[in-house]
Protein backbone atom coordinates (compact mmCIF):
# COMPACT_ATOMS: atom_id res chain seq x y z
CA UNK A 1 0.00 0.00 0.00
CA UNK A 2 1.27 3.76 -0.28
CA UNK A 3 0.16 7.27 -1.63
CA UNK A 4 0.20 7.27 -5.73
CA UNK A 5 3.76 8.09 -7.33
CA UNK A 6 5.29 6.22 -3.94
CA UNK A 7 6.57 3.14 -6.35
CA UNK A 8 4.51 0.34 -5.10
CA UNK A 9 4.68 -0.85 -8.47
CA UNK A 10 8.69 -0.72 -9.08
CA UNK A 11 8.92 -2.43 -5.57
CA UNK A 12 6.08 -4.92 -6.22
CA UNK A 13 7.84 -6.14 -9.52
CA UNK A 14 11.53 -6.32 -8.08
CA UNK A 15 9.77 -8.58 -5.42
CA UNK A 16 8.14 -10.71 -8.35
CA UNK A 17 11.13 -11.37 -10.04
CA UNK A 18 12.79 -12.62 -6.75
CA UNK A 19 9.73 -14.47 -5.87
CA UNK A 20 6.40 -16.45 -6.95
CA UNK A 21 3.86 -14.34 -6.12
CA UNK A 22 0.99 -13.33 -8.46
CA UNK A 23 0.49 -9.31 -8.21
CA UNK A 24 -3.47 -8.27 -8.09
CA UNK A 25 -3.70 -4.54 -8.55
CA UNK A 26 -5.53 -2.67 -6.20
CA UNK A 27 -6.35 0.81 -8.12
CA UNK A 28 -9.69 2.13 -9.01
CA UNK A 29 -9.18 3.74 -11.91
CA UNK A 30 -6.29 0.81 -13.51
CA UNK A 31 -9.58 -1.51 -13.54
CA UNK A 32 -10.84 0.32 -16.57
CA UNK A 33 -9.62 -0.14 -20.32
CA UNK A 34 -8.09 2.74 -21.69
CA UNK A 35 -7.08 4.32 -18.81
CA UNK A 36 -3.29 4.04 -19.65
CA UNK A 37 -1.14 6.82 -19.20
CA UNK A 38 -3.09 8.71 -16.55
CA UNK A 39 -3.03 5.66 -14.29
CA UNK A 40 0.71 4.90 -14.81
CA UNK A 41 -0.32 1.41 -15.57
CA UNK A 42 2.11 -1.41 -16.52
CA UNK A 43 2.91 -1.55 -19.80
CA UNK A 44 1.83 -4.97 -21.97
CA UNK A 45 5.70 -5.87 -21.87
CA UNK A 46 5.80 -6.16 -18.56
CA UNK A 47 2.36 -7.80 -17.73
CA UNK A 48 3.19 -10.65 -20.15
CA UNK A 49 6.00 -11.37 -17.78
CA UNK A 50 4.09 -10.43 -14.58
CA UNK A 51 0.37 -10.85 -15.06
CA UNK A 52 -1.73 -7.65 -13.24
CA UNK A 53 -5.57 -9.08 -12.27
CA UNK A 54 -7.49 -6.80 -11.81
CA UNK A 55 -6.25 -4.40 -14.54
CA UNK A 56 -8.20 -3.86 -17.68
CA UNK A 57 -11.34 -5.91 -16.49
CA UNK A 58 -14.04 -3.06 -17.37
CA UNK A 59 -15.03 -0.65 -19.94
CA UNK A 60 -14.77 2.90 -19.39
CA UNK A 61 -18.56 2.99 -19.93
CA UNK A 62 -18.94 0.96 -17.25
CA UNK A 63 -19.10 1.38 -13.29
CA UNK A 64 -17.21 -1.01 -10.64
CA UNK A 65 -17.28 -1.19 -7.16
CA UNK A 66 -16.03 -2.13 -3.83
CA UNK A 67 -17.77 -5.35 -3.80
CA UNK A 68 -17.04 -5.87 -7.64
CA UNK A 69 -13.50 -5.37 -6.31
CA UNK A 70 -14.02 -7.54 -3.48
CA UNK A 71 -15.47 -10.79 -5.41
CA UNK A 72 -12.58 -10.09 -8.54
CA UNK A 73 -10.05 -10.08 -5.82
CA UNK A 74 -11.04 -13.14 -4.10
CA UNK A 75 -11.29 -15.16 -6.75
CA UNK A 76 -7.50 -13.56 -8.29
CA UNK A 77 -6.28 -14.74 -4.48
CA UNK A 78 -7.91 -18.14 -4.82
CA UNK A 79 -5.96 -18.84 -8.40
CA UNK A 80 -2.77 -17.98 -6.58
CA UNK A 81 -3.41 -20.48 -4.29
CA UNK A 82 -4.37 -22.89 -6.29
CA UNK A 83 -1.31 -22.54 -8.29
CA UNK A 84 1.02 -22.55 -5.86
CA UNK A 85 1.98 -18.91 -5.85
CA UNK A 86 1.32 -15.90 -2.73
CA UNK A 87 -0.96 -13.16 -4.01
CA UNK A 88 0.63 -9.74 -3.53
CA UNK A 89 -2.04 -7.04 -3.69
CA UNK A 90 -0.53 -3.51 -4.37
CA UNK A 91 -2.12 -0.24 -5.40
CA UNK A 92 -3.53 2.77 -3.70
CA UNK A 93 -7.05 2.59 -3.83
CA UNK A 94 -7.73 2.15 0.12
CA UNK A 95 -11.86 1.51 0.28
CA UNK A 96 -10.64 -1.17 -1.95
CA UNK A 97 -7.87 -2.46 1.05
CA UNK A 98 -10.18 -1.84 3.40
CA UNK A 99 -13.07 -4.26 1.49
CA UNK A 100 -10.38 -6.78 1.12
CA UNK A 101 -9.41 -6.62 4.95
CA UNK A 102 -12.05 -6.48 6.61
CA UNK A 103 -15.04 -8.22 4.10
CA UNK A 104 -17.86 -5.68 3.37
CA UNK A 105 -20.84 -4.67 5.69
CA UNK A 106 -24.25 -5.96 3.96
CA UNK A 107 -26.03 -2.76 2.56
CA UNK A 108 -29.33 -2.11 1.34
CA UNK A 109 -29.53 -2.14 -2.99
CA UNK A 110 -29.57 0.95 -4.72
CA UNK A 111 -32.49 3.18 -5.19
CA UNK A 112 -32.98 4.29 -8.84
CA UNK A 113 -35.49 7.03 -7.07
CA UNK A 114 -32.82 8.25 -4.82
CA UNK A 115 -29.77 8.21 -7.21
CA UNK A 116 -32.09 9.84 -9.60
CA UNK A 117 -33.06 12.92 -7.39
CA UNK A 118 -29.53 12.68 -5.95
CA UNK A 119 -28.24 13.74 -9.48
CA UNK A 120 -30.37 16.72 -10.13
CA UNK A 121 -29.11 18.27 -7.26
CA UNK A 122 -25.88 17.46 -8.27
CA UNK A 123 -26.74 19.61 -11.53
CA UNK A 124 -28.09 21.69 -9.64
CA UNK A 125 -25.15 22.32 -6.90
CA UNK A 126 -22.67 20.54 -7.99
CA UNK A 127 -21.04 17.42 -6.78
CA UNK A 128 -18.68 19.33 -4.15
CA UNK A 129 -22.19 20.77 -2.17
CA UNK A 130 -23.09 17.42 -1.92
CA UNK A 131 -19.77 16.12 -0.51
CA UNK A 132 -20.31 19.48 2.25
CA UNK A 133 -23.62 17.77 2.62
CA UNK A 134 -22.29 14.64 3.63
CA UNK A 135 -19.73 15.76 5.70
CA UNK A 136 -22.11 16.88 8.40
CA UNK A 137 -24.07 13.93 8.27
CA UNK A 138 -21.15 11.50 8.21
CA UNK A 139 -17.80 13.30 8.80
CA UNK A 140 -15.63 10.56 9.30
CA UNK A 141 -16.96 9.07 5.88
CA UNK A 142 -16.31 12.34 3.86
CA UNK A 143 -13.02 12.52 5.27
CA UNK A 144 -12.07 10.08 3.76
CA UNK A 145 -13.48 10.82 -0.14
CA UNK A 146 -12.87 12.73 -2.89
CA UNK A 147 -14.77 15.94 -2.83
CA UNK A 148 -15.72 15.03 -6.66
CA UNK A 149 -15.83 11.16 -6.42
CA UNK A 150 -19.55 11.20 -7.10
CA UNK A 151 -20.06 7.44 -7.25
CA UNK A 152 -18.75 7.36 -3.31
CA UNK A 153 -20.40 10.32 -2.11
CA UNK A 154 -23.88 9.32 -4.17
CA UNK A 155 -23.36 5.83 -2.48
CA UNK A 156 -22.64 7.15 1.54
CA UNK A 157 -25.55 9.48 1.14
CA UNK A 158 -28.18 6.58 -0.24
CA UNK A 159 -27.38 4.10 2.92
CA UNK A 160 -27.65 7.34 5.17
CA UNK A 161 -31.01 8.12 3.34
CA UNK A 162 -32.66 4.42 3.18
CA UNK A 163 -31.63 3.15 6.90
CA UNK A 164 -31.16 6.66 8.79
CA UNK A 165 -27.81 5.70 9.71
CA UNK A 166 -23.93 7.27 8.18
CA UNK A 167 -22.11 4.78 6.76
CA UNK A 168 -19.57 4.93 8.81
CA UNK A 169 -21.97 3.63 11.49
CA UNK A 170 -22.35 0.55 9.44
CA UNK A 171 -18.84 0.07 8.99
CA UNK A 172 -18.46 -0.46 12.98
CA UNK A 173 -21.77 -2.24 14.08
CA UNK A 174 -22.11 -5.10 11.10
CA UNK A 175 -18.48 -5.83 10.18
CA UNK A 176 -18.12 -8.69 6.80
CA UNK A 177 -15.93 -11.24 7.17
CA UNK A 178 -12.09 -10.49 6.68
CA UNK A 179 -10.15 -12.10 4.41
CA UNK A 180 -8.10 -14.17 7.21
CA UNK A 181 -11.22 -15.92 7.29
CA UNK A 182 -12.55 -15.91 3.90
CA UNK A 183 -9.27 -17.39 2.62
CA UNK A 184 -7.40 -19.02 6.03
CA UNK A 185 -4.46 -17.58 5.41
CA UNK A 186 -2.79 -14.70 7.08
CA UNK A 187 -2.43 -11.20 6.17
CA UNK A 188 0.67 -9.32 5.90
CA UNK A 189 0.73 -5.79 4.98
CA UNK A 190 3.47 -3.14 4.27
CA UNK A 191 2.75 0.54 3.60
CA UNK A 192 5.47 3.20 1.94
CA UNK A 193 4.51 6.04 4.71
CA UNK A 194 8.56 6.98 5.13
CA UNK A 195 8.80 10.23 2.97
CA UNK A 196 8.79 13.67 3.37
CA UNK A 197 6.00 15.76 1.72
CA UNK A 198 8.39 17.70 -0.43
CA UNK A 199 10.10 14.82 -1.96
CA UNK A 200 6.26 13.09 -2.84
CA UNK A 201 5.52 15.87 -4.06
CA UNK A 202 8.47 16.24 -6.41
CA UNK A 203 7.69 12.66 -7.50
CA UNK A 204 4.22 13.39 -8.75
CA UNK A 205 4.97 16.34 -10.48
CA UNK A 206 7.57 14.85 -12.25
CA UNK A 207 5.50 11.35 -12.79
CA UNK A 208 2.55 13.79 -14.25
CA UNK A 209 4.96 15.77 -16.66
CA UNK A 210 5.63 12.06 -17.96
CA UNK A 211 2.16 11.67 -18.23
CA UNK A 212 1.44 14.78 -20.37
CA UNK A 213 4.27 14.21 -22.58
CA UNK A 214 3.34 10.64 -23.13
CA UNK A 215 -0.08 11.99 -24.41
CA UNK A 216 -2.31 11.98 -21.39
CA UNK A 217 -4.67 14.38 -22.99
CA UNK A 218 -5.21 12.66 -26.10
CA UNK A 219 -5.37 9.32 -24.40
CA UNK A 220 -8.79 11.49 -22.75
CA UNK A 221 -10.15 12.87 -25.88
CA UNK A 222 -9.89 9.18 -27.55
CA UNK A 223 -11.74 7.51 -24.60
CA UNK A 224 -14.66 10.24 -24.48
CA UNK A 225 -15.35 9.29 -28.57
CA UNK A 226 -16.17 6.04 -27.33
CA UNK A 227 -19.71 4.86 -27.34
CA UNK A 228 -21.52 5.56 -23.57
CA UNK A 229 -18.44 7.23 -22.48
CA UNK A 230 -19.06 10.79 -20.58
CA UNK A 231 -16.87 13.17 -18.96
CA UNK A 232 -19.93 11.36 -15.58
CA UNK A 233 -18.78 8.44 -16.37
CA UNK A 234 -16.80 6.63 -13.11
CA UNK A 235 -13.76 6.05 -15.13
CA UNK A 236 -13.40 9.53 -15.89
CA UNK A 237 -14.08 11.01 -12.74
CA UNK A 238 -10.70 9.19 -11.76
CA UNK A 239 -7.79 12.14 -10.50
CA UNK A 240 -6.38 13.53 -13.85
CA UNK A 241 -9.17 12.41 -16.16
CA UNK A 242 -11.52 14.54 -14.44
CA UNK A 243 -9.42 17.26 -14.89
CA UNK A 244 -8.76 16.35 -18.61
CA UNK A 245 -12.09 16.01 -19.29
CA UNK A 246 -12.73 20.28 -18.04
CA UNK A 247 -9.67 21.21 -20.02
CA UNK A 248 -10.90 19.53 -23.73
CA UNK A 249 -14.91 20.98 -22.85
CA UNK A 250 -12.86 24.77 -21.65
CA UNK A 251 -10.91 25.66 -24.93
CA UNK A 252 -9.63 28.88 -23.66
CA UNK A 253 -7.49 26.64 -20.63
CA UNK A 254 -3.75 26.26 -21.10
CA UNK A 255 -1.56 23.45 -20.64
CA UNK A 256 0.18 25.02 -17.98
CA UNK A 257 -3.30 25.57 -16.15
CA UNK A 258 -4.44 22.54 -16.39
CA UNK A 259 -1.36 20.59 -14.64
CA UNK A 260 -1.57 22.84 -11.85
CA UNK A 261 -4.97 21.71 -11.86
CA UNK A 262 -3.91 18.23 -12.13
CA UNK A 263 -1.18 18.51 -9.59
CA UNK A 264 -3.21 19.66 -6.97
CA UNK A 265 -5.80 17.43 -7.42
CA UNK A 266 -2.93 14.46 -7.35
CA UNK A 267 -1.64 15.76 -4.31
CA UNK A 268 -4.78 15.94 -1.90
CA UNK A 269 -5.57 12.46 -3.35
CA UNK A 270 -1.98 11.42 -2.29
CA UNK A 271 -2.61 13.44 1.08
CA UNK A 272 -6.00 11.38 1.54
CA UNK A 273 -4.16 8.42 1.11
CA UNK A 274 -1.44 9.15 3.77
CA UNK A 275 -3.93 9.77 6.21
CA UNK A 276 -5.93 6.39 5.46
CA UNK A 277 -2.63 4.92 5.83
CA UNK A 278 -1.10 6.76 9.01
CA UNK A 279 -4.44 4.83 10.54
CA UNK A 280 -4.12 1.72 9.50
CA UNK A 281 -4.17 -1.05 12.02
CA UNK A 282 -1.36 -3.54 12.08
CA UNK A 283 0.97 -2.31 9.53
CA UNK A 284 3.85 -4.73 9.46
CA UNK A 285 6.23 -2.80 7.97
CA UNK A 286 6.40 0.81 7.30
CA UNK A 287 9.09 1.70 3.81
CA UNK A 288 10.81 4.52 2.57
CA UNK A 289 9.89 6.49 -0.70
CA UNK A 290 12.82 5.32 -2.71
CA UNK A 291 11.94 2.56 -4.62
CA UNK A 292 14.90 0.66 -4.82
CA UNK A 293 15.38 0.77 -1.30
CA UNK A 294 11.41 0.34 -0.32
CA UNK A 295 12.19 -2.97 -3.28
CA UNK A 296 15.29 -4.34 -0.64
CA UNK A 297 12.92 -3.66 2.31
CA UNK A 298 10.01 -5.35 1.66
CA UNK A 299 12.04 -8.19 -0.23
CA UNK A 300 14.04 -8.45 3.20
CA UNK A 301 10.18 -8.73 4.87
CA UNK A 302 9.25 -10.88 2.53
CA UNK A 303 12.10 -12.97 3.05
CA UNK A 304 11.37 -13.44 6.80
CA UNK A 305 7.44 -14.78 5.98
CA UNK A 306 8.42 -16.75 3.11
CA UNK A 307 11.34 -18.60 4.12
Known sequence: MGPTASGKTAAALALADAHNVAIVSVDSAMVFRGLDIGTAKPSNTIRRVHPHALVDVRNPSES????????????????AFDSGRLPLLVGGSMLYFRAFREGLTPLPAASPEFRADLKRRAAERGV???????????????????????????????????????????????????????????????????????????????????????GFVDEVAALLEQPDVTPESQAMRSVGYMQVCSHLQDCSESTDLLRERVLAATRQAA?????????????????????????????EEFRSIDG
Not at 152 to 163: C, G, H, Q, S
Not at 273 to 299: G, I, S
Request: hydrophobic content about 40%; overall charge negative; proline content about 5%.
Open 128 to 214: SALHEELAGIDPECASGIDPNNYSRIERALEVEALTGKPLSAWWKSSPGVPATQRHGARLVEFAITELSRERLHQRISTRLDRMLAD
Open 271 to 299: KRQLTWLRRWPEVEARLRLDPETAAEQLA
Open 64 to 79: FSASDFLAEADCAVLR
